[in-house]
């Protein structure tokens, strides 16, 4: 009987040692550090990952390369061209005309190297509205890069919204328990009725209904805020940037100077307008002549495939020199008074070296070309008439760069209205900052008070639920204005194209 309460002490210890340890394990495990994100992190995952933001930074390449294009224009184009053939021999006809019977096939190769400057005003106009698209482009890309910025601080500032409102809404549970502890006991001291404590059980229950969806709203702007930075966050991530609420001091006038003068989306506007134009001026050049001066060198091979024919052809040559030297002779000789050298025609005989020299020459294809002249072209083109295609174009241009003005004479319009309301609304809204923070502090205090009046059974307990009512309103109200002043600063940030929260 003694060992057994021995094991049982020994297996209680035990069960306690390992108790211990699972706590131990527990506490460790609950003080790891959630991952925290600062605004500044989400900003930059979003440039790296935003895939909206990224496609817009693909047109820089494109851009690039216009303009190393337009730059190119201005060089002549080279080109290179060579071209190999078999022809069977037979009676060659070109439609009824015949050209002769050849008696072999023939190998032919040719070659043909061009050079070609060409100058007109499409190519003169072309470097600056390829430069000018460049810059339109980088603007588009910074605006594009402001804009992202604002909708992350937005979605941040809403998640934070989401993340306070979960802990608002925990205090609102936990004193919830308070009162219902409270009505508990004056329901066992037979002090109250015990409908007070269903009364404060609903109450409760309304409070863990109002957690839960504080928490559902919190999940619901991480997944958004996961969408606008374009990548996953991890599970409990955590907002960690801290942003105090400041009586704001800016000038208007300054305000809207600062907006006028270096807002991204406006200078992307004033870039673009300025890209429309030097469009419309190329199009324009449409009218100008154009000059164009290609070089070219050519060169050709041929080779029988038949050596009795070449050799053939060789031999006929020779007799045909030696036939017409003969004649030549016969005509000095016959005619008096004609004059001339009389020739010696056995020169006229062909020999080995001939023969071999026949086949070296036959021996050509495929490189071995023989050199055309060279020839030089100059082009003169002036355009008269094309249809009213020219007249069109210009007037298309032309049309695009007036819209191009009037969008950018909007998004100033856009951007007055802007400054004036954000800023309006942020002096208002810190106002109703300071309004609401007075009005928590009351309803708490209220609310405490209440507390104290209906333990002593000096209130009813429609006071003390009034109360608690009361302070969850301040406390949603004084949550809301704090939001409200943020998101009217990044509004106003947005407005005026530059930061202007202090470090």
């Not at 991952?35 to 992190?41: A, N, R, V, Y």
């Not at 190119?72 to 037979?90: D, K, R």
């Not at 549970?173 to 009162?179: D, F, H, P, S, W």
């Not at 003390?464 to 009512?469: C, E, R, S, V, Y």
């Amino acid at each position: 009987m003694t060992r057994t309460r021995e094991e049982g002490g020994l297996g209680r210890v035990a069960a306690l040692a390992l108790g211990l340890l699972a706590a131990a394990a527990a506490s460790a495990s609950a003080q790891e550090p959630p991952h925290s994100l600062t605004l500044d992190e989400a900003i930059r995952l979003a440039k790296d990952f935003n895939p909206t933001y990224q496609s817009t930074r693909n047109d820089r390449s494109a851009a690039d390369w216009r303009v190393r294009e337009a730059y190119s224009g201005l060089l002549p184009t080279a080109n290179a061209n060579s071209s190999f053939s078999w022809v069977e021999g037979g009676a060659q006809r070109f439609g009824t005309v015949d050209l002769g019977t050849s008696g072999t096939d023939w190998y032919q190769s040719y070659y043909n190297l061009s050079v070609n400057w060409q100058l007109d005003g499409n190519t003169l106009f072309g470097v600056p509205a390829a430069r000018a698209n460049q810059r339109a482009v980088d603007a588009r890309i910074a605006a594009a890069e402001f804009d992202l910025e604002s909708q992350v601080a937005m979605q941040y500032m809403a998640v934070l919204r989401a993340q306070d409102g979960v802990e608002v809404a925990r205090r609102q549970l936990e004193r919830a328990g308070q009162n219902l502890q409270i009505v508990r006991s004056r329901v066992s001291s037979g002090a109250s009725a015990g409908t007070e404590g269903k009364q404060a059980e609903v109450d409760l229950g309304r409070a863990e209904v109002g957690l839960i969806q504080a928490q559902r709203q919190y999940r619901e702007g991480m997944a958004l805020l996961a969408e606008r930075v374009g990548t996953t966050l991890d599970d409990g991530t955590r907002l960690s940037s801290a942003f105090p609420v400041f009586q704001p001091g800016w000038d208007r006038g300054e305000l809207m100077a600062l907006a006028m003068g270096a807002h991204p989306s406006l200078r992307a506007y004033e870039a673009q307008e300025r890209a429309a134009g030097a469009t419309a001026k190329q199009a324009a050049s449409q009218y100008f002549p154009s000059f164009s001066v290609t070089g070219r060198m050519q060169g050709a091979a041929q080779e029988a495939t038949n050596r009795a024919y070449v050799l053939g052809q060789a031999q006929d040559y020779m007799a045909s020199q030696r036939s017409n030297c003969e004649f030549s002779n016969a005509l000095i000789r016959g005619v008096p008074g004609l004059g001339g050298e009389i020739r010696d025609c056995n020169q006229f005989v062909f020999t080995d070296q001939h023969r071999a020299d026949a086949l070296a020459g036959n021996n050509v294809f495929p490189f071995n070309f023989t050199k055309l002249p060279v020839s030089l072209t100059l082009q003169v083109s002036i355009p008269i008439f094309t249809g009213f295609s020219r007249q069109r174009q210009v007037s298309e241009a032309f049309n695009q760069a007036e819209d191009a003005k009037h969008n950018r004479r909007a998004e100033e319009l856009r951007l007055r209205t802007a400054v004036t309301q954000a800023f309006d609304n942020l002096t208002a809204a810190y106002e109703v900052v300071r309004l609401e923070e007075r009005n928590r502090s009351l309803a708490e205090e209220q609310l405490q008070m209440q507390q104290r009046r209906y333990a002593l059974g000096a209130a009813a307990l429609l006071e003390l639920l009034d109360a608690q009512t009361s302070l969850t309103t301040a406390d949603q109200a004084y949550l809301n204005a704090v939001y409200d002043f943020h998101w009217n600063l990044i509004r106003l940030e947005a407005a005026v194209g530059r930061t202007l929260r202090p470090e």
